[in-house]
């Protein structure tokens, strides 16, 4: 039984990007975001899941694992490996049980204006993978579409 490699394995990364752990940097990760998905190809089908996961991502670095400590920071980082684009978040916190997280899909959850960051990321990643015991993720996309069957 042959396991996957890791999306973590040794990648390295074409650029990265660090960022003081305020609210106003996601601006600085969609610019890097663009401009990454430009520069490789993505499809423009798969840009909004890339955008939306990776704003999130962000987004909960700053938020919940930096808790908006301005002298902590944030890095995003992004390559790509074969037919797939890899980013990577990785926060200074000391991360989170992301094995044990409450279904925002629950019907007791559903009101909670918060929880649904890492479902979303799941939900939009072609595969989603964290260490660092959560500080760190990684999502890859594919760059073009699947093909149609014919």
């Known amino acids: 039984m042959s396991t996957m490699p890791s999306l973590l394995d040794e990648t390295p990364f074409t650029e990265r990007l660090e960022f003081p752990a305020k609210a106003e940097n ?69 991360g989170f049980d992301f094995t044990n997280l409450p279904d925002p899909t629950d019907p007791q959850n559903i009101e909670k204006p918060h929880g649904r960051g890492v479902f979303l990321m799941r939900a939009l990643a072609d595969a989603v993978e964290f260490s660092d015991n959560g500080a760190t993720v990684v999502m890859a996309f594919a760059l073009q579409p699947a093909a149609e069957p014919a």
């Open 26 to 94: 996601i601006a600085l990760a969609e610019r890097l975001i663009d401009e990454a998905c430009s520069r490789h190809g993505v499809h423009e089908s798969h840009y909004g899941n890339i955008l939306v996961a990776l704003t999130e991502a962000v987004n909960n670095a700053i938020q919940h694992g930096n808790g908006l400590d301005p002298a902590k920071s944030v890095s995003l980082g992004y390559a790509v490996k074969g037919n797939r684009i890899l980013f990577e978040v990785r926060d200074q916190g000391a």
